[in-house]
């Protein structure tokens, strides 16, 4: 175990090597001007485009700028973003709680309520709860996030002022750590969570239920119900058997705690990483879209190095070595 | 029956966290304006200062000597309102006197004095430090300090606009605070991240992913605002930005986009739409000079007759209506409406296809193969436009502009792309023509970078050089007597040799909630003085 643990870590670190390498030649080949949005349409002088332009090394040839790159980054630098001026270590801190709280949320609710569902449609297979639940959540999956996070800001927010079409909190409130300021955290954290949740959790519920109804059908199910265990423990049986396709989601939907949905965070204008992903792409912050790519490149290696462990600790037929 | 209720507790508990929660209520929400914008200012300090969320927030935080009156006249001493200065005299056509009004303070307390201003000069001028400004104040010879409340400030020769660049292009900032920072250290220094500025509001704090909090200087010298708080809140979607408005969480939004939303807010009761003349002007510029090699000239375009026929084929009025409603103008030369050297006697050339075919048929082209697109040596007139998908006003007269060219046999082929990449191609002149936008500053002198041959090696992107044009805007930027003439007739130099179709002169519609009184939006700033709007409690 040991050894391979070693050996995965050692492989994560030449994925990430790679995809930084990758990312950094993909971003600035990619056409377009980081500086269009620092100056906007106002008129600037060749000479402050000069200025601006040696201020972020932008000047310099692409092999020099890579070689600065990646010596700041061996010392944790990961430069200053071009649109905001600050350092992108420091943009990428304040960031992340936002995208964590709306992800952190959305996974919960995927891998309790969703898989709870997928289980219940499962033991009721072909049932009338069951084809009801399938159709909801076939519609589910199939509704575009971007159309159903404008209807729910449209009619909750805009027609029936139940919940706030935007933002962490009340601009209007103080950030100051009371039970009212939780609330209202919490309170606008419902629209976005809906929207995110409402597409995953569907796709969480159909591949649990798929993957449980084949574990009912288990020769070790139907011994465990004829040794006369409660339905209960016979759920519970199946359940370990039918959870490893949902390991795998659940490795492939880890890096939603840290980029939460872009388009997500676009239409609640929630303050999270993906919105700065966003403006960064919008704007060509090279810095910003480098720090950010990387963040998401790491969790998505430690989803598969996740996933793998769990496996591995959950099913005794595997073995690492 | 304890689950039951802990979940009614839950939903009640969220569906009452409401703006009139207790953390919010600490907040006077009548005194307090939500305006919602594209981004935050990050670093509002005169010096670093290059887009217009920067300059928004330094003009409620740093005060000029003067600033421009209604009229927005630029030229001579007349016009302009009094700041930091309660007065100004000349002691002779080199020299200005600004009094500074001794009431003024900065926000730690501390009086503003002629050494402030004459430090700020000394950063504003170096061209190692900011090179746009010291580029726009290079007629300033000196600037010195007369005691603690006079500035002397002298020019290399004179011109109409001394007092405008005096004023206009400088805020002063707190010397006994910014002299010790080094100046390339300026922007990431305590003082950038907390500024001490001397106008109507005053630093609160920034959530840099969220928003801006500023409050009302109490001690303000000229009147402490009606406003207590201003929150600029970001949403950079623009949908977002009319939910926010709709739903009660803010209380403005700056110019509202797409216009197709004006209707469904002046139907509201409780918001009112504010319309404001811009020194924003689009236009379709034709590049001059040949794409690949910048030596030669435009095989199509360097022709202004061809260029003249291409105005003359758009019906630009029509094509402003369905892009912008009522929201813009068709300019004559790249002159904003509300700019004082607009011509009120030229009107811009009127659509004439007829004309348009006769000025194309006399340099040869003409439809040899009947295939609707005009040819000369078996080329057909092919043009690519170069347009941002990012701007919606402008791919809708990209649109159009493909249609109305080809009742004349020009053949428009639209290159879109986003707004960093559509720049990159501008900038590296990689275009026929080119969907522009320009926000212009008050000053005419302005003109000169864009379309003067002065500007070939900077933003004159299209190579429009007519050393004609020079020499009247060189003129009437240096002129003794009343520069509108020359101006004017500069300007229909420029109309004439069609440089570019000017398409729109832009008005900017905001929508500003009704408690909210004697509003006024700058055109030169628009949230500038916002420190003069009163609050009707009762709305």
Redesign the interface.
Known sequence: MTRWLVRRIAQALVTLLIVSVLLFFIIRLTPGDPLSRLTGDRPISPAAVAQLKHLYGLDQPLLVQFSAWVRALAHGDLGVSIAQGRDVTTLLAERLPASLLLGGVVLLLNFTVGLAFGVWQAKRHNQLPDRVLGAISLTAYATPSFLLGLLLAGLLSVHWHIFPPCCLRDPLATDDGSLAGALDVLHHLVLPVATLSIVSMAATMRQQRGAMIEALKLDCVRTARAKGLTSGAVTWHAWRNALFPVLTLFGLWLPLLVTGSVFVESVFAWPGLGLLAYDAISGRDYPVLMGTSLLVALVVVLGGFLTDLAYATLDPRVRYR | MPRNLLIAAITG???????S????Q??D?AH?I?IVVG?LA??PIPT?V???WNQDAADLLFLRLARLGPTMMTAGDKGFEPQLAKSWSRRDSLTLIFNLDPRARWHDGQPVTAKDVVFTFGLFRD?KI???H??LLRSVASVNAEGEHRVIIRFTHYYPEQLYDATYQVQPLPAHLVDTIPPNLL??SDFARHPIGNGPFVWDSL?????LTLDASPNYFLGAPAIQRV?F?????P??QV??L?????DAIENVAPVSNIPRFASMPNLRIVQVPSF?IGYLLFNQRDRKDRSKPHPILSDSLVRRALLLGLDRPAMLRSALGAMGAVPYGPVPLISWIRDPDSPPARYDTTQARALLASRGWTDHDGDSVVDRDGKPLELELNVPT?SAVRMQLALETQQFLSHIGVRIILRT?????W???R?QHDFDIDAS????DPSPS?LM??WSCLGL???NVGAACDPRVDSLMERAIAAKGNPRPLWFAAIRRIEEDAPAAFMYSLTNAFVVHRRFEHVNIRPDGWWAALGEWTVNEKR
């Not at chain 2, 792309?417 to 990449?421: N, R």
């Open positions: 508990a969220l569906t009452c966290a409401t703006p929660s207790a953390t919010a600490a907040v929400r307090t939500v981004a990050s670093q670093l290059h887009d217009r061209p900011d090179p746009q010291a580029l922007g990431s959530a840099p992913a969220e928003k929150i809140l970001k949403a950079s979607d949908d977002v939910n926010m709709l739903s009660g969480t803010a924003t990012t792309s986003d707004g960093p990449t720049n990159s191609r900038n936008s320009s926000g212009l302005g970078q864009s090696d900077g933003i």
